[in-house]
């Protein structure tokens, strides 16, 4: 079936660095792929989308693109903030009826001033 | 306009009771799924309602039930709770739920400890 990897946490950085989250998906056929965040105490918001392959997603900083040959979706970020702090999710979805998403288990950042 | 609520934030409850979670979408929603959440597994799929049917199911036992109604709301229901239960519930709504164009909006979640 359909899953989604992500590299494990937590991840500290410090005020500025350089952030990649990384993510690998299995799926059959052409899904779409998503990063959620939540934040403590929140629940999930969307951060970026990609639909397609060659697709980049991109909010706030964030940028992931679609890696169809790799069947990747990494997460970026050039220069991180404290407010950055939350666990990031990436899922997928079959673009194909009323299937639900299929979540990888998250990865906590923290970033340190 | 108000965002995904769910009631209660916080339960604990004792093995074998059974407990009943509550959430509202957002007004004009009418597909809600929920999730469990834990450090472990991350966010597994419960199920999903639509007009008060549901839609779809997830791979988890018979203990764990759920119902829409007219309007839009949603329960889910947990009987015979065990140790492994305890997680956070997240409940997300969406206008239909029909694939990559819509966004999932979710709830802060109800966390449930079993004791």
């Known amino acids: 079936g359909d899953s989604v990897t992500q590299m494990e946490g937590p991840v500290t950085l410090s005020e500025e660095a350089f952030l990649t989250i990384n993510c690998t998906y299995t799926?059959?056929?052409?899904?779409?792929l998503f990063w959620y965040v939540q934040y403590p105490g929140e629940g999930l918001q969307l951060l970026l989308k990609?639909?397609?392959?060659?697709d980049k997603g991109s909010n706030k900083g964030f940028e992931a693109t679609y890696r169809k040959e790799t069947t990747s979706f990494h997460l970026e970020k050039g220069s991180v903030q404290v407010s950055d702090s939350a666990v990031y999710f990436c899922?997928?979805?079959?673009?194909?009826?009323?299937?639900?998403?299929?979540f990888g288990k998250g990865t906590r950042l923290s970033v340190i001033a | 306009k108000a965002g995904v609520t769910q009631t209660p934030r916080y339960l604990i409850k004792t093995r074998g009771q059974q407990v009943t979670l509550s959430c509202s979408p957002i007004?004009?929603?009418?597909?809600v799924s929920w999730y469990q959440q834990t450090p472990g597994q991350g966010l597994q799929f419960l199920f999903e309602?639509?007009?008060?049917?549901?839609?779809n199911k997830g791979n988890f036992p018979g203990r764990f039930s759920g119902r829409q109604f007219s309007n839009s709301r949603s329960e889910m229901n947990v009987s015979t709770l065990e140790l492994g239960d305890s997680a956070l519930y997240l409940c997300?709504?969406?206008?239909?739920?029909?694939?990559?164009?819509?966004?999932?909006?979710f709830g802060s979640g109800t966390q449930l400890s079993v004791l």
């Open positions: 997300a709504s969406s206008l239909e739920n029909r694939g990559s164009n819509e966004k999932l909006f």
């Open positions: 799926a059959t056929g052409y899904p779409s």
């Open positions: 990609a639909t397609k392959a060659d």
């Open positions: 899922a997928l979805s079959r673009n194909s009826g009323n299937t639900p998403l299929v």
């Open positions: 007004s004009g929603h009418r597909s």
């Open positions: 309602y639509f007009s008060e049917t549901q839609r």
